[in-house]
T-cell receptor, first 111, second 113 residues
Framework: EDQVTQSPEALRLQEGESSSLNCSYT??????LFWYRQDPGKGPEFLFT???AGEEKEKERLKATLTKKESFLHITAPKPEDSATYLC????????????FGAGTRLAVHP | KAGVTQTPRYLIKTRGQQVTLSCSPI?????VSWYQQTPGQGLQFLFE???????NKGNFPGRFSGRQFSNSRSEMNVSTLELGDSALYLC????????????FGPGTRLTVT
């Protein structure tokens, strides 16, 4: 069964304390891996798409990397406004645009 | 460029009723997907429409249906509502299908009493 697992479930950081979120996947054939940010009561906000092992993408304090079994979302010197739930999802070969989501990591950044 | 819009934003329905939710994709986007989000199950795929054809369907009962119009706008319908259908229903649009980036709308919060 195709599965996406995120860890940790929740993470509390001090402002400026860098860390990484993990997304591991077990799928029949990976087409792409996606990272989203979701604030309470809102729809997920697109962050990154990764298609190949070794690929990296950056945006402000966030950097996403991909290997053959997992992806990391690195957060450098986070600020309180980075507090949100970060969701990882995959699409499969032949699966059109169907996203299979992990349960998410709830990040809280304290001043 | 306007984002994905969903209407209505909030709905309260009674068990046994039916409901129709609407989604307008980003201009030029031809793929629309629907997802259900609940605290217990997280985000689950309902179905995807591309060029007015359903391309993929998730593991939901036949009470959940959808359609897409020639202008790419989409609707989803839930008949014979159950308490367990209470959820945030999200619509996402993409330029094309085949595993490309998707942009989500704000969602419709459905409460079934």
């Amino acid at each position: 069964e195709d599965q996406v697992t995120q860890s940790p479930e929740a993470l509390r950081l001090q402002e400026g304390e860098s860390s990484s979120l993990n997304c591991s996947y077990t799928v029949s054939g990976l087409r792409g891996l996606f990272w989203y940010r979701q604030d309470p009561g809102k729809g997920p906000e697109f962050l990154f798409t990764l298609y190949s092992a070794g690929e990296e993408k950056e945006k402000e304090r966030l950097k996403a990397t991909l290997t053959k079994k997992e992806s990391f979302l690195h957060i450098t010197a986070p600020k309180p406004e980075d507090s949100a739930t970060y969701l990882c999802a995959v699409t499969l070969l032949g699966g059109y645009n169907k996203l299979i989501f992990g349960a998410g990591t709830r990040l809280a950044v304290h001043p | 460029k306007a984002g994905v819009t969903q209407t209505p934003r909030y709905l309260i329905k009674t068990r046994g009723q039916q409901v129709t939710l609407s989604c307008s994709p980003i201009s030029g986007h031809r793929s629309v997907s629907w997802y259900q989000q609940t605290p217990g199950q997280g985000l689950q795929f309902l179905f995807e429409y591309f060029s007015e054809t359903q391309r993929n369907k998730g593991n939901f009962p036949g009470r959940f249906s959808g359609r897409q119009f020639s202008n790419s706008r989409s609707e989803m319908n839930v008949s014979t509502l159950e308490l367990g259908d209470s959820a945030l229903y999200l619509c996402a649009s993409s330029l094309r299908t085949g595993g490309y980036e998707q942009y989500f709308g704000p969602g419709t919060r459905l409460t079934v009493t």
